[in-house]
């Protein structure tokens, strides 16, 4: 009898701590949502968007202390105060996005800890979207014993439903028969509408629609939803090949071992890469040739077909080869005797990193003649992508890694190219290489007004360079156009909170106000 009276003491105990940590986080979402409503609203990413990085993550810290004792969380608290700092500092596009992005893998990672790649943590992250509201009305508690629970709305609903209806019922007819009540009663609802108009003046309804979308960041960022299934299936996973031998099967009444089918699958394997080798043999050979140490812009015929459909169908090459290999390279085919093969993919992994050079020269010729763009950067950005990926498919095939190594490799190769891309200023970066182009007549002024505000500064001292030099695009108001926009931005940033500064800004507005 102790014994049950123990139990149930126990079980009470956790049933209590449980709806206390679950109304602290409720408080602690509402507090969150606040400070979301008061820095965002209306506001410009800048100082603002560092203040909730940094709310997030002490929230985040005391709620769950001890998710912070593991490395991957700490990577992603410092990561998100990285980017964080990033948009303070050079508010770009790219700091921004790379902030969200952080701010979510940072949440999942406190709620899962156990995962380790950044594509398991992006696929749980919309796990956790669709699991929110179960966990904002389903507590887990440690036990299998049932715990008796609370009313629920519809419960309550029907108790009360009848009595409120009936309330204003009787209200309307005493209201109708009673002058004297009915003054009293107006008196009363005029009160109320006078509130709410008071109310409205100062909290709009777009604005408690921002408060109600900042809540639901909040409750996601708060609560933990269970148990991710992402993180159960990707305990299974591992970095290493295992061997799986299959037993021995019958076709048509004989036996037949699947070590001879295996034995097929090499054959093909290896005849595959001597006929893609040679062909990438002879394509490598002329663009080293040709594009290495010949390139002449004169025989390259169409230098933007070159760039982008040759880039482009290049890029797909060496996707498309990357798939074959970790096709082949995927089971039982790695513990064979296959030496030959493995020569072979390292020989093609080789050449294509010779072809991921290649395109990037074609790329680089290309900015040598029309300046950076965005698109250039990016071609850039996914070469050095491609060329992590294939050297971790060299190492898959010599060291007998599972595809999950590859993924996970990738993974964070691109999670930490974001967070060093964040970091750069690109519109400040475009616009310097772009006005001290050597060659000024193909300079398009047109996209550099299209770069964000930062830049004004730059071209408004660079705008000889373009009156000089190109005097129909000047005649056609792009001065003017200049001008504006100058002005547009000193009015906007006079008009901004001290939540939206960011220093990129602030020197602009400086240098512009300083030299109007």
């Not at 969150?32 to 997030?56: E, K, M, P, R, T």
């Amino acid at each position: 009898m102790p014994f049950i009276w123990l139990d149930n003491f126990e079980i009470k105990s956790t049933f209590k701590i449980t709806i206390m940590s679950r109304k602290l986080k409720l408080v602690v979402s509402f507090i969150l949502a606040i400070v979301h409503n008061i820095i965002f609203w209306d506001q410009y990413l800048g100082v603002n968007s560092l203040v909730f990085s940094v709310s997030i993550i002490v929230c985040m810290y005391f709620l769950y202390p001890t998710s912070f004792k593991l490395k991957l969380v700490k990577i992603m608290a410092a990561s998100l105060l990285l980017v964080s700092i990033a948009v303070v500092v050079n508010g770009s596009f790219i700091a921004r996005f790379a902030t969200i992005v952080c701010s979510v893998l940072f949440t999942v990672a406190v709620h899962t800890p156990q995962l380790k790649s950044i594509f398991y943590l992006v696929l749980a992250s919309f796990e956790k979207l669709f699991r929110v509201p179960s966990s904002l009305s389903v507590e887990e508690v440690s036990t299998s014993d049932k715990i008796k629970k609370g009313p629920k709305l519809t419960s309550i609903l029907r108790i009360w439903l009848l009595p409120i209806v009936a309330f204003f019922v009787f209200l309307f007819i005493y209201k109708a028969a009673n002058p004297m009540f009915d003054r009293y009663v107006t008196y009363i609802f005029e009160q109320i509408g006078l509130f709410f108009t008071n109310v409205f003046q100062h909290f709009s309804i777009g604005r408690i629609f921002f408060f109600n979308f900042g809540l639901l960041i909040a409750f996601y960022i708060i609560f933990r939803p269970g148990v991710s299934l992402t993180s159960k299936y990707e305990l299974g996973l591992g970095d290493f090949l295992i061997r799986k031998r299959k037993p021995r099967v019958k076709i048509k009444g004989e036996p037949r071992f699947l070590l001879t089918d295996l034995k097929t699958e090499l054959k093909i394997a290896t005849s595959l890469m001597i006929l893609i080798n040679l062909l990438i043999f002879v394509v490598n050979a002329i663009d080293i040739n040709w594009l290495w140490f010949n390139f002449n812009i004169a025989d390259a015929g169409s230098l933007s077909q070159l760039v982008h459909e040759g880039t482009y169908l290049l890029i797909l090459s060496i996707v498309l080869s990357m798939f074959i290999i970790g096709y082949f390279y995927r089971g039982n085919i790695n513990f064979l005797n296959n030496k030959t093969l493995k020569i072979l993919s390292f020989v093609w992994i080789s050449q294509n990193i010779i072809m991921v050079v290649s395109v990037g020269i074609r790329n680089f010729h290309y900015i040598s003649q029309h300046g950076l763009a965005y698109k250039r950067i990016g071609v850039i950005i996914f070469l050095i992508l491609v060329i992590v990926g294939l050297l971790s498919q060299a190492s898959k095939i010599n060291n007998t890694n599972s595809s999950f190594f590859l993924l996970r490799i990738n993974s964070w190769a691109t999670f930490y190219l974001l967070l060093i891309v964040a970091c750069i200023n690109w519109d400040i970066v475009i616009a310097n290489h772009n006005l001290s182009h050597a060659s000024p007549k193909q300079t398009d002024l047109k996209f550099l007004l299209s770069l964000s505000n930062k830049t004004l500064p730059l071209l408004r001292t660079k705008a000889e360079l373009f009156k000089s030099e190109s005097m129909e695009n000047w005649r056609n108001g792009e001065i003017n156009i200049l001008e504006q926009k100058a002005q547009d931005f000193i009015i906007d940033y006079k008009n901004r909170s001290f939540w939206s500064w960011n220093y990129a800004d602030y020197c602009a507005f400086n240098q512009l106000t300083r030299n109007p």
